[in-house]
């Protein structure tokens, strides 16, 4: 009996277990296993057998004397290519310099070519305007034909004038493109000293105009125009036609009024002897920076 009731507790338990199991199993083929932190960190991480391994070059370290020797050589590169620019750069204004030098060198030859033509022009013109202001001044004026016939020759020497523009070129393009500084000190001196003659004595050669000016328009009040005709030779040159017309006579034979005709002929050849003076002390200058300049460049 006992034995019997053993057995039947053995085979109750034994179908309580079975009956847990097909339970259990029937739960877990209903559901899904839950997404986790855990979960996500085994599908994120890669296999050891597909990761690929760096290794770093090995490198052998440099040493002071190799780091400098580097350094060295770049800094001589540098150096060097400054250098050469530099040098590039100096012939290049030294030869800029000797072309301005060149250029300024025939300005100044040109000048003294016009200063010389000048000086004889208005030495001539001070010379024949002493002669008319000491005929117009003569007493027996009146009553000399030849001299009053040698007035009218002489009138032209206060009709003209004999000013003359120096050559600035050189000199003008040094200073706009600030170029001076290629010049030694002593030489861009020197031009610069040349180019203040040249700024002054322009003062005296607009009097000198201005003067030239006020004889022009007074010669028509005391000489004759028919009596200063002019003609072209077959030379070229220019001779009066007075001779054609007859006697010459003055406009105005009164003392009081050609003594003021006079004043102003006088102040002309005053001026005229002062401008051609001026150009004597530019040309010197001019001279003396053409010798200069040759033993300074050649």
């Given at each position: 009996?006992?034995?019997?009731e053993?057995?039947?507790?053995?085979?109750?338990?034994?179908?309580?277990?079975?009956?847990?199991?097909?339970?259990?199993?029937?739960?877990?083929?209903?559901?899904?296993?839950?997404a986790?932190?855990s979960?996500?960190?085994?599908?994120?991480?890669?296999?050891?057998?597909?990761?690929?391994?760096?290794?770093?070059?090995?490198?052998?370290?440099?040493?002071?004397?190799?780091?400098?020797?580097?350094?060295?050589?770049?800094?001589?590169?540098?150096?060097?290519?400054?250098?050469?620019?530099?040098?590039?750069?100096?012939?290049?204004?030294?030869?800029?310099?000797?072309?301005?030098?060149?250029?300024?060198?025939?300005?100044?030859?040109?000048?003294?070519?016009?200063?010389?033509?000048?000086?004889?022009?208005?030495?001539?013109?001070?010379?024949?305007?002493?002669?008319?202001?000491?005929?117009?001044?003569?007493?027996?004026?009146?009553?000399?034909?030849?001299?009053?016939?040698?007035?009218?020759?002489?009138?032209?020497?206060?009709?003209?004038?004999?000013?003359?523009?120096?050559?600035?070129?050189?000199?003008?393009?040094?200073?706009?493109?600030?170029?001076?500084?290629?010049?030694?000190?002593?030489?861009?001196?020197?031009?610069?000293?040349?180019?203040t003659?040249?700024?002054?004595?322009?003062?005296?050669?607009?009097?000198?105009?201005?003067y030239?000016?006020?004889?022009?328009?007074?010669?028509?009040?005391?000489?004759?125009?028919?009596y200063?005709?002019?003609?072209?030779?077959?030379?070229?040159t220019?001779?009066?036609?007075?001779?054609?017309?007859?006697?010459?006579?003055?406009?105005?034979?009164?003392?009081?009024?050609?003594?003021?005709?006079?004043?102003?002929?006088?102040?002309?050849?005053r001026?005229?002897?002062?401008?051609?003076?001026?150009?004597?002390?530019v040309?010197?200058?001019?001279?003396?920076?053409?010798?200069?300049?040759?033993?300074?460049?050649?």
């Open positions: 009996m006992l034995f019997g053993l057995n039947n507790i053995e085979d109750f338990i034994t179908g309580m277990a079975e009956n847990e199991n097909m339970e259990g199993n029937e739960i877990g083929k209903g559901t899904k296993p839950l986790g932190p979960a996500s960190l085994n599908t994120q991480q890669p296999s050891n057998e597909n990761m690929e391994v760096h290794h770093h070059p090995h490198v052998e370290k440099k040493n002071f004397k190799e780091y400098f020797l580097e350094f060295l050589m770049i800094f001589l590169a540098v150096t060097m290519g400054f250098l050469a620019e530099n040098l590039r750069e100096h012939f290049g204004d030294k030869e800029k310099e000797k072309q301005y030098m060149e250029s300024f060198a025939a300005d100044l030859q040109g000048d003294t070519s016009a200063c010389t033509r000048s000086i004889n022009n208005i030495f001539l013109q001070v010379h024949k305007i002493d002669t008319l202001e000491n005929l117009l001044s003569s007493p027996g004026l009146k009553t000399s034909d030849s001299d009053i016939a040698k007035c009218y020759n002489l009138s032209w020497f206060i009709q003209n004038e004999y000013s003359l523009t120096f050559n600035e070129r050189t000199i003008n393009q040094l200073i706009s493109s600030g170029n001076m500084r290629l010049l030694r000190k002593n030489v861009s001196d020197s031009v610069m000293d040349y180019f003659a040249l700024k002054d004595i322009e003062t005296q050669k607009q009097f000198y105009i201005n030239t000016s006020k004889c022009i328009d007074l010669v028509s009040n005391y000489f004759e125009f028919k200063m005709q002019t003609r072209v030779e077959k030379d070229t220019l001779s009066l036609v007075s001779s054609a017309m007859g006697k010459p006579a003055l406009l105005v034979t009164d003392a009081v009024q050609l003594g003021k005709f006079n004043t102003t002929i006088e102040y002309t050849k001026i005229a002897y002062s401008y051609m003076a001026d150009i004597i002390q040309k010197k200058k001019a001279v003396r920076m053409l010798k200069f300049l040759h033993n300074e460049y050649d």
